[in-house]
């Protein structure tokens, strides 16, 4: 079981910035990457299509024979990840919880905004998982849908960001949150121009690493955990690899090596 790998799937690029936070945390394991570019962007559709494409990719994940799924995209894990741990055997972990859970645990006036795309503001499952830890908590939520093309165009340093990020957060200020949650997963990549529109007396929440560390606690404690060698990884694209493998070379320092093309049946 300890060899085994670990399935990590988002609808795309963006949680190849979770990809990273787990291979800095967790070396030694072997993972296997699955990017939807097929079907990709899943915060703007509904919570049966995106309920559909998670199934079909952590069915195919489980073929693989992985220890654990992780659902690096906050909208599958705000929508879907119910029906995936009804329907899937193996454990599944998505990027909500640690999210909420780090955000609780820094703010400091009790004041909490949520970024993320359409679908994952309108489930409100940030919100839900907050008040979970905080009843007193205030939570404001602002969707950010032109913020993904941005970061798949590259343009994340340019005008055009810093236009329509000022666009969105003027709601974000106004409601005086110290903490902002990066509820999706190419937010991250936007990090510079969003602090410095909201300033250095807020923080910036993104669940990269609390979710790596939630895995290792996982997988310490039910003696998953690989013990020796370096880890692989493996990266699956159900639309036009050659296109993800540039992209991702934009956006992330991280060598991604070969990336295969996985049609799904969806
Ligand atoms: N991965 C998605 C998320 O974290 C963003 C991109 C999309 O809309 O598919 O919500």
Redesign the pocket.
């Known amino acids: 079981m300890t060899k085994q790998a670990i399935g990590v799937f ?3 690029l ?2 190849l910035t979770i990809l990273s936070a787990l291979r800095r945390r967790l070396p030694k394991e072997d993972l296997i990457y699955f990017g939807d570019t097929a079907n ?5 559709k509904s919570k049966d299509a995106v309920t559909r494409f998670s199934l079909a990719i952590a069915r195919f994940l489980q073929e693989q024979g992985v220890k654990l799924i992780v659902v690096a ?4 894990s705000a929508l879907a990840l119910a029906e995936l741990r009804k329907q899937i055997s193996v454990p599944v972990m998505g990027v909500i919880e640690p999210g909420a859970e780090k955000a609780v645990r820094t703010t400091r006036n009790g004041k909490i905004a949520v970024l ?2 359409e679908a ?1 503001v309108k489930s409100r499952a940030y919100p839900k998982a907050v008040l979970k830890r905080n009843k007193q908590a205030e939570v404001f939520q602002q969707a950010c849908p032109l913020f ?1 093309p941005l970061v798949e165009e590259n343009w994340a340093q340019t005008p055009a960001a810093r236009l329509t990020a000022e666009t969105y957060l003027a709601s974000v200020s106004k409601s005086g949150a110290d903490t902002v949650i990066l ?4 937010y991250p990549v936007l990090k510079p121009v969003i602090s410095r529109i909201l300033g250095k007396k807020v923080t910036l929440v993104d669940s990269a690493d609390t979710l790596a560390e939630a895995v290792q606690t996982f997988l310490t404690g039910n003696g998953q955990a690989a013990q020796t060698g370096k880890g692989k990884l493996t990266v699956f694209a159900s639309d036009d690899p050659h296109r993800f493998k540039r992209l991702a070379g934009c956006l992330l320092a991280d060598k991604i090596g070969a990336v295969r093309l996985k049609k799904l049946n969806v």
Do not use: L
């Open positions: 988002d609808s795309g963006g949680g990709v962007p899943y915060g703007s995209c906050n909208t599958a993320g795309t994952t993904v509820g999706c997963t190419h």
